[in-house]
């Protein structure tokens, strides 16, 4: 009897570790108003900003750009009157359902190393990579962005 109960145990663990998962729905995120400012005369750095809403909690790791030779994840922040820009070693938190904007005066993304210079109506392509999602491959906009805070009409 002992052996038959040991047998149907083991008989379950294994139909349980080789049955697959239903319902199992993989992180997506999605990018939304994408845009890049066009770089400074003799310089070779710009900022991007993007709207990214995922549907479970995940968070944007890297970004990666054929135009730049560098992309990071930026925040900027105010310390004793002073605006800092510092690159976020552990990515942007994406909570679910939650619209993340990057946004100028805020997080953003910044290309260095850019390899032309990026004039309004150029597009640049960026690949974002999360810690769950699959990477997402966005067209940005080169031109202004809507002013923090600001309207895009959308």
């Keep these: 009897m002992k052996y038959i109960l040991i047998l149907a145990a083991a008989s379950a663990t ?13 992180a997506v995120v999605e990018a939304t108003e994408a845009v890049c400012r066009p770089t400074p005369n003799g310089r070779d750095v710009t900022g991007c900003y993007v709207t ?21 994840i930026h925040e900027m922040k105010t310390e004793g009157g002073i605006m800092q820009m510092a690159e976020l070693p552990d990515g942007l938190p994406l909570p679910a359902g939650e ?40 067209r940005a906009a080169v031109g202004q962005p809507a002013p923090a805070g600001g309207h895009t009409g959308h």
């Design 14 to 26: 294994l139909a349980a570790c080789s049955a697959q998962p239903e319902n199992v729905t993989l």
């Design 52 to 72: 990214l809403t995922a549907s479970q909690g995940d968070r944007l790791i890297s970004v990666a750009s054929p135009s730049a030779g560098t992309a990071e």
């Design 99 to 138: 619209a993340v904007s990057l946004k100028p005066g805020g997080n953003h993304i910044m290309l260095m190393q850019v390899k032309s210079p990026l004039a309004a109506g150029d597009t640049v392509s960026l690949t974002l990579t999360f810690e769950k999602a699959a990477p997402l491959g966005v």
